[in-house]
């Protein structure tokens, strides 16, 4: 990708606007999971909810995605007053050097002004390279608390971290329910917590 100073960069939102709908079904990369029922059914009841899908478009291309929503409708077993859960971010790697995360993270601060605060969850350790801590922390997070988990499939141990970005001044922190976490994920299939369908047990994870 070639960057020049005419290089036009602007955020939309997919959640409601259909032109780029297909995304709002698949990650930017990786297989389409249109017909994901789990993910469809996610959707359809968040959306109603104030969840958002957003896409950073850089010179004409999708380079950039940011999903969250108000912790009733997240990914994730966060609670708390008027707290938004970002589900996921990724900036493409040819994309980088422009912190396109921040710009993200700063529209969806922007957006959600009502909002006590902004949570999601970081990992360590974890094989791969999604969802690292440090690059959370960049983006403005911080961690609050952490629990060791094994992947019961996998057999290998990492931790996963409650992160915490206040929105205004003395706000309750959030809190997270550890044992749901232990369920996994079911609304994205690229998820790192990802809980196959063909995996019958209700926990994926389990304290380690
Ligand atoms: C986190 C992320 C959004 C940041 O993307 P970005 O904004 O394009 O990142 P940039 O290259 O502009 O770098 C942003 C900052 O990180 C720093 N940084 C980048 N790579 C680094 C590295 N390897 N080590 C240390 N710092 C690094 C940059 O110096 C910059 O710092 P600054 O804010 O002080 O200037 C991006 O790396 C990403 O998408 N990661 C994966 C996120 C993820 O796991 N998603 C879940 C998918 S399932």
Not at 152 to 159: D, E, H
Not at 174 to 192: D, M, S
């Amino acid at each position: 990708m070639v960057f020049t100073s005419s290089s036009q960069k602007k955020i939309i939102d997919i959640a409601t606007d259909s032109k780029y709908e297909k995304y709002l079904y698949r990650c930017l990369g990786g297989p389409p999971s249109k017909h994901y029922k789990k993910r469809i059914e996610y959707l359809k009841q968040a959306i109603l909810k104030g969840f958002h899908k957003k896409l950073l478009i850089f010179n004409g291309e999708v380079v950039g995605t940011i999903e969250y929503a108000p912790s009733e409708v997240s990914y994730y077993s966060i609670s708390g007053d008027k707290i938004i859960v970002m589900n996921c971010i990724w900036v493409l790697r040819k994309a980088k050097g422009h912190n396109f995360g921040k710009f993200l993270v700063q529209d969806m601060i922007q957006s959600e002004k009502y909002a006590s605060g902004f949570a999601t969850i970081a990992l360590e350790n974890h094989w791969s390279p999604w969802f690292r801590k440090w690059q959370m922390e960049k983006l403005g997070y911080n961690p609050l608390e952490f629990v060791n988990v094994m992947h019961k499939t996998k057999g290998r141990a990492f931790s996963i971290h409650l992160m915490w970005m206040p929105n205004k001044p003395n706000t309750k922190p959030p809190t997270w329910n550890q044992q749901k976490l232990l369920e996994g994920i079911t609304f994205c299939i690229a998820h790192p917590l990802y809980h196959p369908q063909t995996y019958k047990p209700n926990q994926i994870l389990e304290r380690h």
